[in-house]
Structures are given as C-alpha cells and as structure tokens.
C-alpha cells in the first residue's frame, strides 16, 4: 500500500477512535486525545521513546502558552462575575439603547461580557435580567434570550482570550491580535443574525413564558453610574487593546513603516504579550473590582482558586490536542493529510471547517472539535509559507465549524433547555439553529475575506 494513502487512513482511523472513546464508551476527552495520538505513533512506525517524547514536547510546546493566557483569563472574568460588572453592563446598556431595541442592548451584553467569562457562567449570571424583561413587556422569554445568547456564543467561540480561540491561535501558530482583528470582524455579524434578527423571528413562532417558579423582588432604586460602565467596560477591553497595539506595531515593522530596533516598539510589543496584557487586566480589576469594592484578600484568593478549577479541565484538553497536533508532525500523517486534500484541490480553510463541523456534529464538545481540527491543520499548513493574517482566518473557520449545530450531546444544549424551561424540540428550533446561523454566517465571511483580501 502507498505510504501517504496508509497514513492517511491511520489519522482517519484515530479520529474514529476519538469519537468512540468519548460517545460510546465515555471516556474523558483528554484521555481519549492521549490514546489517539499514541495510536497515531505507533501504527506509523514511531520507535517507542520518541513516541513519549512527542507527546512530551506536544503537551509543554502548547501548555507553555495557553496555561497562563488561559488562567489570567478565568480569574479575571470570575472577578468580573463576583463585582456585578456583568449585571452594570447589561443595565446600562439596555437603559442607553431604549426599550424598543433592548434586544440589540443583551446581544451587544453578552458579546462583551463573555470575552472574559465563560458562556455558561455569563448566562447564568445574566439570566434573572432576562426573566425581568420578559414580565415586564409580557414578550416571549425567547426575545431576550436568544440575542443574549448569540452575543455570548460569537465572542466565546471566536475571540481571545477565551479557550478555545486561543488554543486554536497556539496551535495554528497564529497571534492572538489577528485573531481578535477577524473574530470581531467576523462575530459582529454572526450575532446580528443570530440574535435580534432570528430572536424577533422565532420568539413571534414560539411563545416561551417566564417559569412559574421565578419570584421577582422590588426594583431597586440603585442604578449602576457611567463610572460603574466605563470602568468594567475599561478592563474587559484593556487587554485586546494592548494586545491590538502590540499586533500593529509588528505590522508596522513588517511593512517598513517603523525600525525594528526602537524602545518604545520593543516596550508596546512587551506590554501587548498575552501574558503582560492579561497580567495588567487582572491587577487592575483585583484593585477596582475587588479591593474597591470591599472584598478583603482572602476573599479575593477564594475567587481565584474557584475561577481556576474550571479552567483546569480546558487546559489539559488543549494540552492534548498539542500531543495529537505533534504526532501527525513527527508521524508523517499530517503530510499525508495534506497531500490528499491537495490532490483533490480543497482549500485549507474549506478543510478546517469542514473537520471542525464532522467532530463537533458527532461528539459534542466544541473545545474537542476545535482542538482536534487544529491539531490536524497545523501539519498541512507549516510549508504552505502562510501569513499570520491568513492563519487566524483559519483559526476563525475552526471555530466557525466547532459552533454548528449543538444538539443533545453539547452540554449547553441542555444548559438552555433548563433555564429557559422549554422541550427538546423547541431548544432544538432555538439554541441549535442559533449556533447554526453563527457558523454559516461565520464561515461565509472567513471565505469572503480570504478571497478579496489574501
């Protein structure tokens, strides 16, 4: 049998074992990713040792990175979460938009919020809010919520610092300011469409009322100050603006337009480092979200180890998909890979999508999917000279791909279905065809922009 076709069916082979482990026989996706990449290893010919010290690089290559990234980020949207910043953006942005477009008001709520807190935790924060309008108007409860949602589920899937955008970033090699860049570029529009546009459609097909258990206290006649909003609004953007400074000044150098050896450049490149910007976030917001806000130390030591058990689990996941990503490098099966697809012509970010969408359809976990699909890019792009633009295009595409329809295996299919008290059928018709739109629309425009643009 021919070398690439056999390695190609090793790597197809591995992820048909991926999804058997996880589907049916429940074992935990990092396990699952670990035994993937060994099958890998060894059905390819790896000698034993440097089977281990593959998967050894692959892990600490990528854990290097995305562990502090990932951590800051966690700590720093579980500060946002205890403070009440998230409630104070959503209040007042509702109150500047008017009542009329409230809708616009939570989808541009829940695509700012969830940058630094995850989307479970955010709707779960915010979904009181959501029940309050819904009495109030007399309004399906699928008016409020499913803008809310979009908005969260974009900037979740799409946009550092959250994890699965900058696992995918670490892994494609491509910098975190580019990724923001076509993340927001690209999320805007999906969350337009997928939340007032499809939210005023649907919640006029399907009536949803508030939960008969849902009590409502008096309102409270203190309202959040443009202080309160500016501020939260400051450090939820402080770390993408250092990081965006950081981008365009290599971009600037690249172009010619500045010299490479210069202080300021050098001190606007350190400061707009991951590490550095979510750093600076993180110390400001433990000031003025945390000591400002009267939480003494020991308080705010509890909400940093809370903020990190969660972030844990993503982490070591990624850490695998740097062990599958590494494999299909020293194996020969990412070449293989490659040249299959180009034999047959398909363009690489038609290939990560397509990837992203077969793993996240079949089991589930957007993270798996937009992990794995990486970690089966990367190999095939290394010798394509790709620039760092076109790159987090295909990064944007993998987490288009990883967001289609979330179904009865996607924990937040059922995260929606109990907060918003509705059936299967009608979660289907709602959260799943949301994500749908958000990865169409999404993936659309990645191809809009590769295409006049790169």
């Not at 205890?82 to 477009?101: D, N, Y």
């Not at 400074?245 to 337009?257: C, H, P, R, W």
């Not at 690489?348 to 937009?370: E, H, W």
Request: hydrophobic letters at 55%; glycine letters at 10%.
């Amino acid at each position: 049998m021919d070398q690439t076709l056999y390695l190609f069916i090793i790597t197809s082979l591995s992820i048909l074992l991926l999804l058997v482990l996880v589907m049916k026989l429940k074992v935990h996706a990092f396990i699952s990713l670990l035994l993937a990449s060994c099958f890998v290893g060894l059905a390819s010919g790896m000698p034993f040792m440097e089977l281990i010290g593959s998967l050894q690089k692959g892990m600490g290559d990528i854990l290097g990175f995305i562990t502090i990234v990932v951590g800051l980020g966690a700590i720093l949207g579980k500060l946002l979460e205890v403070s009440g910043g998230a409630q104070t953006m959503a209040h007042f942005l509702i109150k500047g938009f008017g009542e009329k477009r409230t809708s616009w008001a939570l989808m541009l709520t829940g695509f700012i919020v969830s940058i630094p807190v995850f989307l479970d935790v955010g709707f779960i924060i915010l979904i009181p809010l959501v029940y309050a309008l819904a009495n109030k108007s007399g309004l399906s409860l699928l008016h409020y919520a499913v803008p809310l949602l979009a908005g969260m589920a974009v900037t979740h899937a799409f946009i550092p610092p959250t994890p699965g955008p900058v696992a995918v970033a670490e892994i494609l090699n491509a910098p975190l300011g580019w990724m923001i860049i076509f993340g927001a570029v690209v999320g805007l529009p999906c969350a337009i469409l997928a939340g007032p546009v499809f939210g005023g459609y649907i919640s006029k097909k399907i009536f949803v009322p508030v939960p008969e258990h849902i009590e409502f206290k008096a309102e409270s006649n203190t309202n959040p100050s443009k202080q309160d909003f500016y501020l939260v609004a400051f450090i939820i953007i402080l770390p993408l603006l250092l990081i965006l400074i950081a981008t365009t000044s290599d971009l600037l150098v690249d172009t010619g337009y500045l010299i490479g050896e210069n202080y300021l450049l050098e001190l606007a490149q350190f400061l707009g480092h991951p590490f550095i910007a979510l750093t600076i976030a993180t110390l400001v917001a433990l000031y003025f979200l945390g000591y400002r806000k009267g939480y003494k130390a020991k308080q705010l030591l509890e909400f940093s180890d809370k903020a990190l058990a969660p972030a844990g689990l993503i982490i070591v996941i990624t850490g695998a998909g740097g062990m599958f990503k590494e494999i299909l490098v020293q194996s020969g099966a990412g070449e293989a890979l490659a040249e299959v697809f180009i034999a047959y012509n398909v363009a690489p970010i038609v290939m990560a999508y397509l990837i992203a969408v077969i793993i996240r359809i079949i089991q589930g976990s957007a993270t798996v999917a937009m992990v794995t699909a990486a970690g089966m890019i990367s190999p095939i792009i290394i010798d394509m000279n790709m620039t760092d633009p076109h790159k987090a295009l295909i990064g944007i595409a993998i987490a288009a791909g990883a967001c289609i329809l979330s179904h009865v295996n996607d924990s937040g299919f059922w995260l929606v279905k109990k907060y918003l008290n509705i059936s299967e059928k009608e979660t289907l018709q709602t959260w799943t065809t949301l994500e749908t739109i958000i990865s169409v629309t999404g993936f659309v425009i990645v191809l809009l922009i590769s295409v006049i643009f790169l």
